[in-house]
């Protein structure tokens, strides 16, 4: 405890500086980003590789 006034306690933690300490709501709140951000990536990826081909097939064909 660090703190205490008027009925409220501050509490304070050591850790290295290149540790980030969160309070649970902001860290859930961080991985439901996260997840969301994974997720759209993997959709942009899967468009990307099902539109390689595509790309491929009309360079093999230009050069016939």
Known sequence: MVEQDNG???IG???PKDIKIYREEVYE???KQNK???ESDVNRLGKIKNSIPK???KDN???T
Do not use: M, R, T, Y
């Open 8 to 10: 409220s306690i501050k």
């Open 13 to 15: 933690f050591e850790a």
């Open 29 to 31: 709140e961080i991985v």
């Open 36 to 38: 969301a951000a994974l």
């Open 55 to 57: 790309f491929v097939n």
């Open 61 to 63: 064909n230009q050069s």
